[in-house]
């Protein structure tokens, strides 16, 4: 079945535990992105990756970094979580020469 | 800057009545696309819809309908027959393949559909 999973869907953490949220897509996209979606400002970018070894910051880069070493994966990674970063997260993906984003079923993250 | 206003925050309608959703949005670009997604209560986003700026056809899928008028920059949503099924979150999307293909959203009109 064609699909973007992530893991975990649901994560509680601390203040500066470092943790990553994987994303794969078995659709052999080319590019991929990062959301995150919070009550009263809706969905936002965080990154984005055209390609294996492409990627780029969204509106809302601070706090996250990601790497695109696959093209089937595209982990968003916080060093150091803080209490503003509890959302929920969706990883998308895209297939070549449209940009039609299909998402995942969503991380939900709280950091205390 | 782009931009997607949907003004209706919620909407509550019986089952059986149609309802619109309206999309509002501001590009620069003469080449974009508009999108609308669905967030059932289940939380994942599911696509409905892709049109882009040159092809301004409504279009029609099952009770599903769109109307995209280029006019006065809006891409309304038109479910006929409503459902409690239909109930949800949608959301109206602007991508431009200037900005990275980034999807910018509105903030959403929540759908009760009341038996």
């Known amino acids: 079945e064609a699909q973007v999973t992530q893991n975990p869907r649901y994560l509680i953490t601390v203040t500066g535990k470092k943790l990553t949220v994987t994303c794969s897509q078995n659709m052999n996209h080319e590019y991929m992105s990062w959301y995150r979606q919070d009550p009263g400002l809706g969905l936002r970018q965080i990154y984005y990756s055209m390609n294996v070894e492409v990627t780029d910051k969204g509106d809302v880069p601070e706090g996250y970094k990601v790497s695109r070493k696959e093209k089937r994966n595209f982990p968003l990674i916080l060093e150091s979580p803080s209490p503003n970063q509890t959302s929920l997260y969706f990883c998308a993906s895209s297939p070549p020469r449209t940009d039609t984003q299909y998402f995942g079923p969503g991380t939900r993250l709280t950091v205390l | 800057a782009q931009k997607v206003t949907q003004a209706q925050t919620e909407i509550s309608v019986v089952e059986k009545e149609d309802v619109t959703l309206d999309c509002v949005y501001e590009t620069r670009d003469t080449t974009y696309y508009l999108f ?19 092809d301004e056809q409504n279009e029609i899928s099952g009770r599903y309908s769109w109307n995209f008028q280029k006019s006065t920059s809006s891409f309304n949503f038109t479910i006929t027959a409503s459902q409690v099924v239909d109930s949800a979150v949608y959301f109206c999307a602007l991508s431009e393949p200037q900005a990275g293909n980034m999807l910018t959203f509105g903030g959403g009109t929540r759908l009760m559909v009341k038996p």
């Open chain 2, 36 to 54: 609308w997604y669905k967030q059932p209560p289940s939380g994942e986003l599911v696509f409905l819809i892709r049109r882009n700026s040159f």
